[in-house]
């Protein structure tokens, strides 16, 4: 894979370090990903906790696109795990080929968490991001809990207590798509 697919990221949440690999595959046109692509599938897959789905709101290509990519993920990784679908460049509204309520409904549908961003004004990624990671920690901390494990339920959070993700706009990063 090339090193601009991949992003690393250490953040805290609830005092935890945790350390996040992601993966971009929009890097790539249409023909290297289902040609090379598809020859490393489980890899990109192999132990994913969250999965967020990034249409462009501007192009109604790429939200018909979402439909494969979902089934793709769910072949290939826990039936548990964290999908956000979002629609980036909400910042383009006269632009706009998907409408908001398109994206909420297929979401809906399909048992996903839904969100609309714009990467140009850094309008929710942060958010977005923040979501999927609480999301994911309560069902670690969860499964925790579940098997037993006394040193992660002291860390599960009491009822109704807040779970910080600190700024995720000042983590550490590494192999970003910039560099």
Same mark, same amino acid.
């Given at each position: 894979?090339?090193?601009?697919?991949?992003?690393?990221?250490?953040?805290?949440?609830?005092?935890?370090?945790?350390?996040?690999?992601?993966?971009?595959?929009?890097?790539?046109?249409?023909?290297?990903?289902?040609?090379?692509?598809?020859?490393?599938?489980?890899?990109?897959? &192999?132990?994913?906790?969250?999965?967020?789905?990034?249409?462009?709101?501007?192009?109604?290509?790429?939200?018909?696109?979402?439909?494969?990519?979902?089934?793709?993920? &769910?072949?290939?990784?826990?039936?548990?795990?964290?999908?956000?679908?979002?629609?980036?460049?909400?910042?383009? &509204?006269?632009?706009?080929?998907?409408?908001?309520?398109?994206?909420?409904?297929?979401?809906?549908?399909?048992?996903?968490?839904?969100?609309?961003?714009?990467?140009?004004?850094?309008?929710?990624?942060?958010?977005?991001?923040?979501?999927?990671?609480?999301?994911?920690?309560?069902?670690?901390?969860?499964?925790?809990?579940?098997?037993?494990?006394?040193?992660?339920?002291?860390?599960?959070?009491?009822?109704?207590?807040?779970?910080?993700?600190?700024?995720?706009?000042?983590?550490?990063?590494?192999?970003?798509?910039?560099?």
């Amino acid at each position: 894979m090339p090193n601009n697919c991949k992003l690393c990221m250490m953040i805290h949440v609830n005092s935890s370090l945790c350390w996040i690999q992601l993966y971009c595959c929009c890097c790539q046109n249409d023909y290297t990903r289902t040609v090379k692509y598809r020859a490393i599938t489980s890899a990109y897959y &192999r132990g994913a906790v969250g999965a967020l789905l990034v249409y462009d709101v501007t192009r109604h290509s790429t939200f018909e696109n979402v439909e494969r990519w979902l089934k793709e993920l &769910r072949d290939h990784t826990d039936p548990n795990i964290v999908v956000m679908l979002i629609g980036n460049k909400s910042d383009l &509204r006269h632009l706009v080929a998907v409408s908001t309520e398109d994206g909420k409904s297929f979401a809906e549908r399909e048992s996903l968490y839904f969100m609309e961003t714009s990467a140009l004004e850094s309008t929710n990624v942060d958010n977005a991001f923040a979501e999927v990671l609480t999301q994911i920690y309560h069902i670690v901390s969860k499964k925790a809990v579940e098997a037993g494990d006394d040193g992660a339920a002291s860390a599960v959070p009491t009822k109704g207590e807040k779970i910080n993700v600190d700024d995720v706009s000042a983590v550490k990063t590494v192999g970003c798509c910039s560099s």
